[in-house]
T-cell receptor
Framework: EAQVTQNPRYLITVTGKKLTVTCSQN?????MSWYRQDPGLGLRQIYY???????DKGDVPEGYKVSRKEKRNFPLILESPSPNQTSLYFC????????????FGEGSRLTVL | QKEVEQNSGPLSVPEGAIASLNCTYS??????FFWYRQYSGKSPELIMF??SNGDKEDGRFTAQLNKASQYVSLLIRDSQPSDSATYLC?????WGQGNLIFGKGTKLSVKP
């Protein structure tokens, strides 16, 4: 089954404790992206990657890091989480040769105390 | 700044009615257009996409695109309570791989 898998799905952590949210896709997509979603603000792009070893900032990259060492994986790293990073996070991937529809993971709800 | 605008709602319709959701976009060169449905706390789910002017139908859903007016709409016929969700409009400025621009969504409520 074609899917984008994120882990963990739910996480409560404390300020300053580094964490990583993993994302993996099995569709051989080159493009992957991270979004956060907050009430009233919609989906906001954090980082995206057009291919292995190619990453770029989205609209709200501050406080986040990413890496793309393999095509299937695109982890999101919060080096020193703060309460304003409490949010619902989505990973997504996009294939070539089509209109560009995004396929989303199930989401990771992060709470930073 | 490329933008996608949607009425936040809530849009309330009775069961069995037609729900009409609208979206405008600022980038006249946009290539493809998407409608996603999102239930509360869940991930966005693609309903359909359109890239040519006119209508595209899929079951109870019809997407309409008017590039001259920079306007996209989604009609849901025979609305059901299970259609109650937030509907996100998204626009791809290029064909293929690219950063989709999302609207903030319209919340639809279908009353039994």
């Amino acid at each position: 089954e074609a899917q984008v898998t994120q882990n963990p799905r739910y996480l409560i952590t404390v300020t300053g404790k580094k964490l990583t949210v993993t994302c993996s896709q099995n569709m051989n997509h080159e493009y992957m992206s991270w979004y956060r979603q907050d009430p009233g603000l919609g989906l906001r792009q954090i980082y995206y990657s057009m291919n292995v070893e190619v990453t770029d900032k989205g609209d709200v990259p501050e406080g986040y890091k990413v890496s793309r060492k393999e095509k299937r994986n695109f982890p999101l790293i919060l080096e020193s989480p703060s309460p304003n990073q409490t949010s619902l996070y989505f990973c997504a991937s996009q294939g070539q040769g089509r209109a560009g529809e995004l396929f989303f993971g199930e989401g990771s709800r992060l709470t930073v105390l | 700044q490329k933008e996608v605008e949607q009425n936040s709602g809530p849009l309330s319709v009775p069961e069995g009615a037609i729900a009409s959701l609208n979206c405008t976009y600022s980038d006249r060169g946009s290539q493809s257009f998407f409608w996603y449905r999102q239930y509360s706390g869940k991930s966005p789910e693609l309903i359909m996409f359109i890239y040519s002017n006119g209508d595209k139908e899929d079951g109870r859903f019809t997407a309409q695109l008017n590039k001259a007016s920079q306007y996209v709409s989604l009609l849901i016929r025979d609305s059901q309570p299970s259609d109650s969700a937030t509907y996100l409009c998204a626009v791809n400025p290029i064909w293929g791989q690219g950063n989709l621009i999302f609207g903030k969504g319209t919340k639809l409520s279908v009353k039994p």
